[in-house]
């Protein structure tokens, strides 16, 4: 079992920044992909980010292209999401995720193929 802890979420303004981290710890190298998501009120949750873990290999929903970035440090097992020129739109909770699936451009954000879950962190944006 993995067990994954985020951090770093808050309130910005618009045009701002944050640095989302997710320590992992427990069985970590079952796991193939790790990915952000997110959720705002009355909305489902969405993909937001994944990565290979072994490659390196980014994926990126269309409304985060070029403002978010999904990096990885193996040795020290954390995930992180930048997010750079935040809008009101990305208010939600985000939460990370690790995946036991080999997945790819078609279905990194699908929720059903990620199997840990963290406790989400807040992230705000205000116009």
């Known amino acids: 079992q993995v067990q994954l802890v985020e951090s770093g979420g808050g309130s910005v303004q618009a045009g701002g920044s944050l640095r989302l981290s997710c320590a992992a710890s427990?069985?970590?190298?079952?796991?193939?992909?790790m990915g952000w998501f997110r959720q705002a009120p009355g909305k489902e949750r969405e993909g937001v980010a994944a990565?290979?873990?072994?490659?390196?290999?980014?994926y990126y929903a269309d409304s985060v292209k070029g403002r978010f970035t999904i990096s990885r440090d193996t040795a020290k097992n954390t995930l992180y999401l930048q997010m750079n020129s935040l809008k009101p739109e990305d208010t939600a909770m985000y939460y990370c995720?690790?995946?036991?699936?080999?997945?790819?451009?078609?279905?990194?954000?699908?929720?059903?193929?990620?199997?840990?879950w963290g406790q989400g962190t807040q992230v705000t944006v205000s116009s």
């Open positions: 990565i290979n873990i072994s490659s390196g290999t980014p």
């Open positions: 995720a690790a995946s036991r699936v080999w997945l790819d451009g078609g279905s990194w954000s699908m929720v059903n193929y990620y199997n840990n």
């Open positions: 427990g069985y970590t190298y079952s796991s193939y992909f």
